[in-house]
C-alpha cells in the first residue's frame, strides 16, 4: 500500500496542475515509453501502475500506438483525470485487482518509491503479467536529494531504497533482469524553496516528514542558507540531485 493516506490525499488535491509542473516525471516517463517501444507489440495489454494523469496512455494514443492501457492509481483525483484517458482503476500497487496473466506488460513511472511493501508489489506485478511480458519500472533510489539529506536536515525525508534492492527484490519476485539504469543526475533549482515548492506543486511535498512551513522561520533560514553555501550552482540558484532508477524486466516463460 502506499505510505499514508496522506500521500494519496494530496495527490488528488494537485492532479488538476500535476502536469503543467511535472516536467522530471515527463522526462522520465519518456525513458519508460523508449522501451516500451521497443519490446511491446502492437496491440498489447498494458497496465499502468501509479498512471497518475493517464499521461502514459495519451502519449501512446498521440504516437499512434494501439497499445490497451489499463490505468491504476491510489489518488482518487488523479484517476478521474487519467478515465479521460483510459479505463482507471483505484487501487494499491501490492494488490492489483487483475487476474493472474492479465496483461503482457506493466508499466510504472514514479509510483514504487511512495508504496512501503515494494516485494509485495513486485510480486503482484509479476503475477499480473503472462508468460514472458515485460515490467518497465521507473523510480527513485537513494541518491534522491542527497545534498539535503546531507545536511541532516529538520525537513526529515522519506527513505529511499537502494537501487540494488529493487535488483534483487524484482530476481526475488521471479522476475528476469533484462537491463538497468540508475544513474545519478543533478539539476538547479532557483533556490532551496524553489525545490520545496515542485513537490508541493505536484502533490509529492508528503516526501517531507516535516514540511518547511511546519519549521521556526529560524530553523528555515540557517537550512537554507546551509544548502546554498554548500550546494550553489555554478550559474546561480542550487543543485539537488536525483536518482532515476530504470527496471527492465521479464517474467520467464513457462
Known amino acids: 500500500m502506499i505510505h499514508s493516506p496522506t500521500v494519496q490525499e494530496n495527490f488528488s488535491r494537485a492532479a488538476a496542475r500535476y502536469d ?67 479505463p482507471t482503476l483505484q487501487g494499491d500497487a501490492a494488490c492489483l485487482p487483475l487476474a493472474s496473466g492479465a496483461v503482457d506488460a506493466v508499466v510504472s513511472s514514479l509510483c514504487l518509491q511512495w508504496v512501503s511493501d515494494v516485494p509485495a508489489a513486485l510480486r503482484e506485478i509479476h503475477r499480473a503479467l503472462v508468460p514472458g511480458g515485460y515490467a518497465l519500472l521507473m523510480t527513485l533510489g537513494a541518491e534522491t536529494l542527497r545534498e539535503l539529506r546531507a545536511l541532516d536536515s529538520a525537513l526529515r525525508l522519506l527513505p529511499m531504497r537502494e537501487a540494488g534492492t529493487y535488483r534483487e527484490e524484482a530476481q ?11 544513474p545519478v543526475e543533478p539539476y538547479c533549482y532557483e533556490s532551496l524553496s524553489g525545490l520545496l515548492r515542485s513537490f508541493r506543486q505536484i502533490g509529492a511535498h508528503a516526501a517531507f516528514t516535516a514540511p518547511a512551513q511546519r519549521l521556526r522561520p529560524s530553523q528555515y533560514h540557517a537550512l537554507a542558507d546551509a544548502y546554498h553555501a554548500a550546494h550553489a550552482h555554478a550559474q546561480g540558484g542550487v543543485v539537488a540531485s536525483w536518482q532515476p532508477v530504470l527496471l527492465i524486466l521479464q517474467k520467464a516463460l513457462a
Open 20 to 86: 503543467a509542473h511535472a516536467l522530471l516525471q515527463k522526462r522520465w516517463r519518456a525513458r519508460v515509453m523508449a522501451h516500451a517501444l521497443a519490446l511491446l507489440p502492437e496491440r498489447a495489454r498494458v497496465l499502468d501502475v501509479g498512471c497518475g494523469t493517464g499521461a502514459f496512455a495519451a502519449e501512446a494514443r498521440e504516437i499512434g500506438m494501439q497499445w490497451r492501457v489499463l490505468g491504476l492509481d491510489a489518488a482518487n483525483g488523479m484517476c478521474r483525470i487519467a478515465a479521460q484517458q483510459c
Open 172 to 182: 526475488a519476485a521471479g522476475f528476469e533482469i533484462v537491463a538497468m539504469d540508475a
